[in-house]
């Protein structure tokens, strides 16, 4: 399961449990392991950067094109994001920024006795184009909210927490090295019904260069182009 428990497909799985065994083969140790961290914590606080940061955009699209933001220029979701991140105060900021930072370095422990943590990019195939568009009567609630100016009220601890588990229900694999500055990448691996399947692989803070050995490792033992061109043949 992801970092906020939420169930990784089979197909996901097995592509980590055979990268695992194929960077084993490299001649490599590998043992079952992950940062142990407050996963609600980080990932409301994360919600709450968000904000601050698509408000900032609107911030500067204003002073860009020289108007305010018009409705039409913006989802309904970025700009109730915004509202939250202009309501937000310098304390709030800091004490937020705190306690990422405070989970950042129980993430970083993780790294004292391990060179790598693989995992899956993602936790579901990709769905199709337009899926994750909220029914009409969501949307109407949504734009309702965005017109009187409600996005504020997320920034409530609570509303953050339980908006985390939906806005990352596709895994929250990746988020944490955008937070610690962790060197990462991602290297598709697998294919399962015509589509790729990715692994994560995040690395010691500084140590770029070992996370690009193992991926060029990856790609002249594994070359993913050949199995690629192989699916679309078959």
Known sequence: ?????????????????DAAAAVKAMGH???????????????????????????????????RVGRTPRRSDHECATRLAAQMGKSIGSDEYEMA???????????????ESHDVWL?????????????????????????????????????????LRELA????RNGGFVQPANVTGHPALSIPFALHDGMPVAVHLMGRYGEEAALLRLARQFETDY????????????
């Open 1 to 17: 399961q992801s970092p906020l428990g939420v169930p990784v497909d089979a197909a996901h799985v097995q592509a980590v449990l």
């Open 29 to 63: 140790s590998v043992e079952e392991a992950a940062p142990r961290f407050d996963a609600e914590a980080f990932f409301a606080d994360f919600l709450l950067f968000a904000g601050v940061a698509a408000g900032f955009t609107f911030r500067l699209d204003t002073a």
């Open 97 to 111: 920024n705190f306690r990422l930072r405070r989970e950042a370095r129980k993430i970083a422990a993780f790294f």
């Open 119 to 159: 995992a899956p990019v993602v936790a579901h195939r990709a769905p199709p184009i337009g899926s994750g568009r909220p029914g009409w009567k969501t949307a109407l609630r949504l734009e309702i909210a965005a017109a009187l100016g409600l996005g504020g009220r997320n920034k409530r601890a609570d509303r």
């Open 165 to 168: 588990p939906m806005r990352f």
């Open 223 to 234: 070359p993913w182009g050949n199995r690629l061109a192989k699916s679309l043949a078959s």
